[in-house]
Structure formats: C-alpha cells, structure tokens
C-alpha cells in the first residue's frame, strides 16, 4: 500500500510537472515597437520610428520569474515586455517556429489610448461620459501574423502604469488570413475575440462590425449591437452572424452564403468593447475557372497551303488573370507549341465574369501538318489550367507516307493490268475479224 501511494505521488508530480511546461511552452515573440514622432507643426505627420522588442508570453502569471530574462544587447529594458494571455491565442504553434528557422512571424506593437467609440450604433457600449479609473494605465495594441499566414492576431494589453507586465485584455483572432472560394459555393470568414473575464469591461457589452475594401472603395457589410440585441442596417445581402455562438464563446465568423465575383477583396472584423476596439483583416478571393469552347467545331478538311482560322473562347472566370496558348500532336504522336496567338480584349458578364478569346491563324504552307492531328488549346488561369481540343485533317498532303506509297503502287499495277487486258482483248478481236476476211475471199 505504502509502494502504490509513493508510485501515485510520483505521477502526481509528473503531471503537474508536465503541466508547467506545457504552460511554459508559449514563444518569446520579437517585435518592432511603432510610434509616431512628433509632428514637425504646419499640419505635418510626424514620422515613425522602430524599435526591436520582445514579448515573453505566459498563460498564468505565476508560472516562472519573469525578471531572470535578460534583455539582448541590441535591445533596450524598456522594450521587453511580459504579457500574461489566459486565452492562450499569443501561445498558438504558428507564432513559435523551429529553432534556427529563417522565416518568422510578423509582430508589431503600439501604444493605444482607449477612448469612446464615434460610431453611433456601438455608443450605447459607453454608459457614462466619465473614463473609469481602470483605463489609467499603459495600454498597447499587439498585431501579429503566424508562418505561412496561419494565423491573425490583434491583442490590447494593460499594464499598470510604469510597469511591463501587461495582461491582454480583449483578443481578436482568424484563421482564415486568405480565403478562396468558387463562384456560388457559402464562404465561412472566421474570426472570433476573448475578452478577460476579470476586467470591469468584460460584462458592459460588445459589438462587431464587418467592412469590405477593395481598391480604395468600401462598404459596411454587418453591423451588430450585442448589448442590444440591434443588427445595423446595410445593403448587403446574405451576410450573416451565427449570433447563438457569438454570445456563447465570441464566434463572429461572417458567413456568405453564396459566393459572387463582387466579393472579392478585403474584410475587416472589427470587436468593441467599451473604450477598445480589436481588429484583423482578411482576404477573399473568388476563383472560378473558365470554360473553353473551340470554332469551328468540327474543323473543315484542309489542303496544303491552305490557312485556317481557329478561334478559342474562355468564359465564366474570375479572376482577370488568364494565358492562352496552342498545342498540336501530330499523327506520330508528338507534340508541340504553335507559337503566340491573337488575343482579344477582356469582357465582364452581368455576374461579374469574364470572357477572352484568342484566335489562332494556321498556315499549312509554313507548318508542318502532316496528315493532321490534334489541335488544342490551353488556357492556364489560377483556377487550374483548361484544355479543349478537335481535329486537324490534311488531305492532298505532299509527302505521303510509306502506306500510301505501297497504295499507290498497287492501283498503279492493276491499272496496268486493266490496261494490258483490254489491249489483248481489242488485239485478239481484231485478229479474228482478219481471218473471217480471208476465209471470205478465198
């Protein structure tokens, strides 16, 4: 009994062992610290300076002595900073790379002032014209992208004033960085926030707010009070919320539920809390492939030193982007390039697609044809790359081939059999008839 308690307390150890460093697993982050300088006056922006940062990143403050680190000398103290995150987001595999790798997440910190937000649906949030002592502190706005964009994060963090140890205090995150989808199918833009249970803006309410860009045009695609229970109202269609999960555990994901080439572009999700405001932004790509179409279709029987032309049709892709180019296999098997071809100007279809046309001319006399073969075209778009094909046939082609050639000796042979045969027929009856003459006179 006394072995099997001792074996007990020994695995107890372990696992709280194993805990602490699975705790203690969460990255030290390098960061620029980004602030403006003061402006020059005249209304002038002042410019920006740089400053190499780390972030020692912990889920529970108590978890290892925090002073022991030491800062690099390139480093200054006042730029190493210790962030307590219970969400655990900034601890997330995407933010911690292999050691000795090259490439590294992007990081990037500012100082932030809270304040009321301007957007009359969210000013409900703010109660009270006054500012509560809790805001009196250092805050900073973290924002950070994993490898291979992995994924968003934006953090706030409050630090009692003149101290670096800060605690995140509301998080907003995606997973979705970069998003492609075909035409029609639902698109599912995920994002989702923490908020810090035990701060006093934790239970004042919040609010989420989803806009589009794309090349300097924008628009509020949904606006929800989650105080009020209150969507804003907007002109886009078939966004929604899954509104049961957005209270439950922060899910403000933006669902679309079908797909259009407008679509396409950057979306912001923003959260409010009560004097802070989180954003990350992500990108929508609609990627519809084209559809090919060859005329004339079937091609007419062509003769050496004929030209024909040949006219390819793409239609129904999205994006812009699209190459054409000709392909022929001949009888024998092998293949080879055609060379450039015309192209056409682009169109745009009521649904936001494109069409594009390349047309080809074939000039039998300067290429080699053969008998005929395959003619295809190609069209290579970020969708995936199309082909469509049909038949090439030669006929009255100057060089046979060997099967021709034994052909053509063979009907030449019984031509000349034909020929011998009537020639000793007409020569056997003339024969015949001299004789009967003769007979005859006698």
């Not at 590294?104 to 932030?112: A, G, L, S």
């Not at 050496?304 to 296999?329: D, I, M, N, R, Y």
């Not at 000796?409 to 009537?422: E, S």
Request: proline fraction near 6%; hydrophobic fraction near 35%; include cysteine.
């Amino acid at each position: 009994m006394t072995n099997f308690s001792t074996i007990y307390k020994l695995s107890l150890v372990a696992v709280v062992y194993l805990i602490q460093v699975c705790g203690s697993s969460c990255p030290v982050l390098e960061c620029w610290f980004v602030q403006e300088k003061a402006g020059r006056g005249g209304g002038l922006t002042g410019a920006t300076s740089q400053e190499k940062s780390l972030l020692h990143i912990r889920t529970e403050s108590h978890i290892h002595n925090d002073k022991s680190h030491k800062a690099p000398a390139d480093i200054s103290p006042d730029r190493v900073y210790f962030i307590t995150d219970p969400a655990g987001s900034l601890c997330h595999s995407s933010l911690n790379p292999p050691r000795g790798s090259i490439k590294k997440p992007q990081c990037e910190i500012n100082p932030f002032l809270p304040q009321p937000s301007s957007l009359k649906w969210v000013a409900p949030l703010t109660e009270s014209a006054l500012s509560p002592l809790y805001l009196q502190a250092d805050w900073i706005s973290a924002a950070l992208q994993g490898l291979d964009k992995e994924m968003t994060i934006t953090s706030i963090m409050r630090a009692p004033t003149s101290t670096k140890e800060n605690n995140v205090i509301l998080s907003v995150t995606s997973k979705t960085v970069s998003v492609q989808s075909r035409l029609g199918e639902p698109v599912l833009l995920d994002c989702g926030f923490w908020v810090d249970p035990s701060s006093p803006l934790s239970g004042s309410g919040f609010a989420v707010e989803w806009r589009y860009q794309f090349r300097g045009n924008g628009r509020l695609v949904l606006a929800y009070d989650g105080k009020t229970d209150r969507l804003a109202e907007t002109q886009e269609e078939g966004a929604t919320l899954d509104f049961e999960a957005l209270h439950r555990n922060g899910n403000a994901s933006l669902i679309l539920q079908e797909a259009k080439v407008r679509h396409s572009g950057t979306y912001i999700c923003t959260v409010y809390l009560p004097y802070l405001l989180a954003q990350v932004a992500l990108e929508l790509e609609i990627v519809e492939p084209p559809s090919l179409s060859i005329h004339p279709s079937p091609l007419p029987l062509t003769v050496p030193g004929q030209t024909l032309t040949v006219q390819c049709e793409a239609s129904g892709f999205a994006p812009l982007s699209l190459e054409f180019s000709w392909e022929f296999k001949g009888a024998d098997g092998k293949s080879r390039q055609l060379g450039s071809a015309g192209v056409t100007g682009h169109r745009q279809a009521w649904d936001g697609t494109y069409s594009q046309s390349s047309k080809l001319e074939l000039d039998s006399s300067k290429l080699d044809l053969g008998r005929g073969g395959e003619l295809t075209c190609v069209a290579a778009h970020l969708g995936g790359t199309q082909r469509a094909s049909v038949t090439l046939n030669v006929i009255g082609f100057s060089t046979p081939s060997i099967e021709d050639s034994m052909a053509m000796v063979g009907v030449a042979l019984v031509l000349y059999g034909l020929i011998k045969f009537v020639s000793w027929t007409f020569t056997s009856s003339d024969a015949d008839e001299a004789d009967k003459q003769d007979k005859k006179e006698k």
